[in-house]
């Protein structure tokens, strides 16, 4: 049974150009997470996302940044016209479909290392 | 809104020792989950375990258990036999009830397992 899978693993962008970052869920999981780490942080939350729907995105950046999780293919999220301050690694989690949210473990993926030139 | 607090940024064990990482937390729900995540170097996040805050019982998975202090705030992750493969960044992080599942983590402690 494969995990939540991210890609690229790296990413590297010069400012000013876009960055799309993708995640696949685990089978199963319709809920999807994503979280930012700072270098030497933990994970902040970022978006919660079901299928079509944005649930909560009380910690995305209000400009340039946005998600989405379509009825068919992965969770996309995007960044545009990046700056340095973007590279992070960004870490997508999923969740089964079943039970309330917060009943299931989030499974996380390897996530995505973005260097900003 | 809800915090979580890991105030040793590094311990360092011997190996087959016992070490208590600590973890407090602030929040003015009943009911939520409390979890401990390992980031080893290769950078996964690992669950290490989970506890419900309604369930009094300490949760215990092998080499892993809880201290779960509810009236505290206080959520320790205790590993016996420590090994080697336990090096990592431990994050505790918490999740409150219902709709409301997002993962609020602190900011992590480097466990070094010492041979």
């Known amino acids: 049974n494969a995990g939540v899978m991210q890609n690229p693993r790296h990413l590297v962008r010069r400012r000013g150009q876009e960055a799309r970052l993708r995640c696949s869920p685990m089978?199963?999981?319709?809920?999807v997470y994503w979280y930012r780490q700072l270098p030497e942080e933990g994970l902040k939350f970022m978006v919660y996302?079901?299928?079509?729907?944005?649930?909560?995105e009380s910690g995305m950046p209000k400009e340039r940044f946005s998600a989405e999780f379509p009825k068919e293919g992965p969770s996309i999220l995007r960044i545009q016209q990046v700056v340095r301050g973007d590279s992070a690694a960004y870490f997508c989690a999923s969740s089964p479909s079943t039970g309330t949210p917060s009943n299931q473990p989030q499974h996380f993926g390897d996530g995505t290392r973005l260097s900003i030139l | 809104a809800q915090t979580v607090t890991q105030s040793q940024p590094e311990m360092s064990v011997q190996e087959a020792e016992t070490v208590t990482l600590s973890c407090t937390y602030d929040?003015?729900?009943?009911?939520?989950?409390l979890f401990w995540y390992k980031q080893p170097p290769s950078r996964q996040m690992i669950l290490v375990i989970r506890?419900?805050?309604?369930?009094?019982q300490n949760a215990t998975e092998n080499r892993f258990s809880v201290n779960f202090q509810k009236a505290a705030k206080s959520f320790s992750l205790k590993i016996s036999d420590s090994q080697l493969g336990d090096t990592a960044m431990y994050f505790c992080?918490?999740?409150?009830?219902?709709?409301?599942?997002?993962?609020?983590f602190g900011k992590g402690i480097t466990l070094s397992v010492r041979p």
């Open positions: 929040t003015s729900e009943s009911n939520y989950y």
């Open positions: 996302l079901q299928k079509e729907n944005i649930i909560d």
């Open positions: 992080a918490f999740s409150g009830p219902g709709a409301n599942s997002k993962l609020t």
């Open positions: 506890q419900e805050a309604y369930k009094q």
């Open positions: 089978k199963g999981h319709s809920h």
